[in-house]
């Protein structure tokens, strides 16, 4: 399509010169005589170009591609808003407002404010009261518009009150599966609920924490272990959404990546203390979400922990397939209580010349130094978990040489 003027964002185009493009889409990939076979759609969205005097400045299509499904990547759609975004166009014809999307009117309305943002028109064949050229159209936009929020705010409200219901229930209600797990669709009490079955690859080194714990190991004895032997972590397991993840975390870290992700202590007394492990179902405690105060600074919120559900007498809610028996783990939690220390915190940070800005680093596997106090003396410490560089068990100096060193 080549360009003919451009307009800044927000302004509306002269009407005597319209730079017209037709959208079509149909789910399935054929031709037919229906109305809205995309022959028809293309026939009479060119005509309604024509009849209104515009300039026909090119067409889109996605054939095959549902209007209804988010994860659907839809090109056609994708490269006139392109165009749309670039200032080349001045209306989008579609046969019906279905086919710019079936996802309902807050979709819709995204999509139609971010053509208004542009100064773009948007005109349907079957529809005619849409055509936001005019002040009829501009009114259906505004009914449209009070539709999206109320579908928005039903929506969300449905939402939370089945994720609650289903949270009750004993259901995994939203994320990837823990680790040591998979999901699997059950019925429990006429309610279609995510159950949680052992997964074949991940169980097993569940399994072998929970043992070594036992045995007395400490969670960082048991990642150094982990990371020696190569089990892969959850996000490896993950495939591309897994990568994505790494890839966002190694984007935020200032310490040289490594091959593979590390397992750390505190990953490992996350699984173990999971009551999940027995197959109980959980619920949080103590989980504040972040938020914003009054003059929009962000106030952090609170991670909380996970609990045993108890139904309304009280009795602990099994709903999982369990990893370890129920008295295994209780009896894992006693000798976990017996090794956690009571930390004091002081609510203010250790004052360090080094650690914390990016600029010490360990010498062995480029890893940022982080500060450690040991026997009352400030150390840096290399933060990298055991076992993931061969041969390097980490590196402590002391901190004041070091502070002293760099001063000088």
């Known amino acids: 399509m080549t360009p003919l003027r451009k307009h800044r964002p927000g302004a509306a185009p002269s009407l005597d010169h319209v730079r017209a493009v037709s959208y079509i889409r149909q789910s399935k990939r054929r031709e037919d005589d229906s109305q809205a076979s995309p022959v028809a759609q293309r026939e009479r969205c060119a005509s309604l170009i024509a009849s209104k005097g515009w300039s026909d400045a090119g067409h889109f299509e996605d054939v095959g591609k549902s209007g209804w499904d988010p994860s659907i990547h839809r090109p056609g759609f994708e490269e006139m808003m392109t165009a749309v975004r670039g200032g080349h166009v001045d209306a989008v014809v579609v046969f019906s407002l279905s086919r710019l999307t079936r996802r309902g009117a807050l979709e819709a309305m995204r999509i139609i404010e971010e053509l208004e943002t542009h100064g773009v028109r948007l005109v349907s064949v079957e529809e005619p009261y849409l055509d936001t050229s005019t002040p009829v159209g501009v009114g259906i936009l505004a009914i449209i518009a009070g539709l999206a929020q109320q579908e928005s705010d039903m929506k969300s409200a449905y939402v939370s009150a089945t994720k609650d219901t289903l949270r009750r229930a004993g259901s995994h209600v939203s994320g990837v599966a823990p680790y040591g797990f998979a999901a699997e669709r059950a019925t429990s009490s006429k309610l279609s609920v995510v159950r949680l079955v052992p997964d074949q690859v991940e169980a097993p080194h569940v399994r072998d924490m929970a043992k070594w714990a036992a045995e007395g190991m400490s969670a960082s004895q048991i990642a150094k272990r982990l990371n020696e032997d190569g089990v892969p972590t959850k996000a490896e397991s993950l495939g591309e959404s897994g990568a994505k993840r790494l890839a966002s ?153 070091a502070d002293s060193e760099t001063a000088g």
């Open 249 to 401: 975390r190694r984007a935020r870290g200032v310490s040289e990546a490594v091959e593979r992700p590390a397992w750390v202590s505190s990953t490992v007394l996350r699984i173990l203390r999971d009551p999940r492990l027995a197959g109980y179902a959980i619920e949080w405690q103590g989980r504040v979400q972040a938020t914003k105060d009054a003059d929009g600074n962000p106030v952090p919120g609170k991670t909380g922990k996970r609990v045993i559900l108890r139904d309304d007498e009280g009795q602990p809610v099994q709903s999982h397939e369990a990893l370890i028996p129920t008295e295994e783990w209780w009896k894992l939690q006693d000798v976990l209580d017996g090794r956690t220390q009571v930390v004091v915190r002081a609510g203010r940070r250790v004052p360090t010349l080094l650690a914390g800005h990016g600029l010490l680093f360990c010498d062995v596997c480029g890893s940022v130094m982080v500060t450690d106090r040991r026997a009352g003396k400030l150390y840096y410490k290399c933060n990298r978990a055991g076992g993931v560089v061969p041969g390097h068990g980490g590196l402590v100096i002391g901190q004041d040489a």
